[in-house]
Each structure stands twice: as C-alpha cells, then as structure tokens.
C-alpha cells in the first residue's frame, strides 16, 4: 500500500458552499442539494460517495457536480465542477496540507510536482481545523481557478487549470484515494 493511504481521512475534506432550490439526495444522513451555483455557472449533481478509512471507519461523504451536458469521462479537462465534503471526524488543517503534497507528488512526475509546488503551499495555506459536521467545497471555474470554502465561507482561490486537475485527480483520477469513493461521485 502506498505511504499516503494513511491519510484518506484528510485529503477528503473540501466543500464550497452554493444555494440550491431543492434537496436532491441523502447519503449518511447528509444531505446534497440537486445543483449549486458557483461563480455564476450552475452545477448539477453527478454522484455522491462515502469514503471509509481502514473499511469500517466512515471518514467522510462527498458530491461531485458538474455543468449539465459534460460527460463524467471530462471531470479533470478544463471545465466547472464542484466537490462538497461533508466530515464525520475532526481533522488539523496540518494533516489535509500533507496529504495534499503527498498524494499530488505519488501522482505526478517530479517536474510537475515542482511546477505545481507553489499551487500546493498556496492551497495547503487556505486548510482549516476541522470538526465534525464541517464541509469544505472545492470547485474550479475556468479562468479564475480553484477555490476552497469551509462551512460556506471562502477561504480562498488558487490559479490555473494544471493545478486543478492535479489538485481534483486526488479523488477523480487514475490513482485516486479511493476507486470506489471516485466512481461513486462520478456516477458509476
């Protein structure tokens, strides 16, 4: 098993809040909203997941959006989506910016890890402590970048579209943390 796996609890753990007219799906008893609205562009809900730690701990529930019309196969190329995670345990910022580094460094060559080092300190800084209960959103728009919120407020945006394919293949690529929390958001 690869060194990071250990910390699946902590990359799973970022939400961006956005209003939506109705509830659309349950999952452990969290809730999702049927669309969200970021940025001005609206996101449909593609899938939902649960992520458990060592099979029996529920670490954490999660749903990914996408514009209406975009295949799953398309989550990673340059295009809107949203991923709202919803804990179950508390967790130090400190543990989501190593996981964060380790995960993106297992995935990508060493010059891509080097050019996507400052996207990730930038991101590893916007981290917060969380409880349970908590949610943080992750969701990229084309030309502005990746942002991350906690419970709703945002925390901040970091630029470029090769860190946000890097950033969400860490649940949506090849070698995600999980293949059944990936194939669960992505509708599979």
Known sequence: MKKWITTVIVLNCLVFAGAAPAVAAEIEGVT???????????LDLRGMALLKHLIVIKAYVGALYLPEGIASGKVLTDVPKALVLHYFHAIPAADFAKATTAVIEENTSKN?????????????????????????????IPGVGTSLALNGKELGIVPGPKFARAYFAMWLGANPISRSFRDGLLGR
Not at 124 to 135: F, I, K, Q
Request: charged share 30%; hydrophobic share 30%.
């Open 32 to 42: 999702f909203e049927e669309r969200l609205t970021v940025s001005g562009q609206d």
């Open 112 to 140: 891509e890890f080097k050019a996507l080092k400052s996207g990730i300190d930038q991101m590893n800084a916007l981290y917060r402590d969380v409880d349970p209960g908590d949610e943080y959103q992750a969701a990229y």
